[in-house]
């Protein structure tokens, strides 16, 4: 678990964030506003999204992408960062894409088992298994040329909560924000816009 191991072997990726994620009281008790952090990720003729989840409608994260230039049926792979549908209710507007968590890469009727841990989507693109938040969460590991992003559901915004009140393994997770920490000069959290960690960011 050192850096030279979880750093990613090139740093030629380019990093855009589609959509900044929030959680927030709804209208009643009962009803949470969420969305996920939504992110594209592209080397050479790799193109990715992180946590297609919900939004407050597809065009929320789909024109963001066209701006790009962009279309859905170009996406090759889309990663969960784990399996709650606040990341990932909208994976099949990528109908073309693998779709990766921590078990398996998934694509049409193909189940391909594997492990998550070091996994290369491309040779800037690493994941490596992070739980804490759940027992399935993973962390996709980005070299760009301004250094390592780590895209994580290990914090849910730069804001907080430093403890997740959700967490089913507080200690995975304290010892994971550790492990990311080590390799990763900017945060994407679950839940907001990118942070670059300090002394003040929760272990
Ligand atoms: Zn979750
Ligand atoms: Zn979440």
């Known amino acids: 678990m050192t850096t030279n191991n979880d750093r990613p072997r090139t740093s030629s990726a ?3 964030i589609l959509l900044h994620g929030y959680a927030k009281d709804g209208e009643t008790l009962e009803v949470s506003r969420v969305a996920s952090t939504v992110a594209y990720v592209r080397e050479g003729d790799v193109r990715v999204i992180i946590d297609p989840g919900m ?7 789909l024109e963001p992408l066209a701006a790009l230039g962009v279309s859905p049926e170009s996406i090759t792979d ?11 209710l909208n994976a099949a507007l990528f109908p073309h894409a693998r779709f990766h968590d921590n078990w398996a890469i998934y694509q049409g009727d193909s189940w391909e088992n ?6 290369e989507i491309s040779p800037s693109i690493r994941l490596i298994e992070t739980p804490g938040h759940t027992a399935q969460d993973i962390t996709t590991l ?24 959700l967490a089913t ?12 920490l080590q390799v990763a000069t900017r945060i994407v959290p679950g839940h907001g816009a990118p942070f670059t960690p300090n002394d003040a960011t929760p272990h």
Not at 55 to 61: E, L
Not at 78 to 88: G, K, L
Not at 114 to 119: F, L, N
Not at 149 to 159: C, M, P, Q, Y
């Open 14 to 16: 380019e990093v855009y």
């Open 55 to 61: 939004v407050p409608n597809p065009g929320a994260m």
């Open 78 to 88: 889309v990663i969960f960062s784990h399996h709650h549908p606040d990341h990932t």
């Open 114 to 119: 594997r492990a998550a841990e070091g996994y």
């Open 142 to 165: 980005v070299g760009t040329p301004d250094g390592v992003f780590a895209f994580t559901h290990l914090w849910w915004s730069v804001d907080g909560p430093a403890d997740d009140p």
């Open 169 to 180: 393994d507080n200690d995975a997770l304290h010892r994971n924000r550790e492990r990311v």
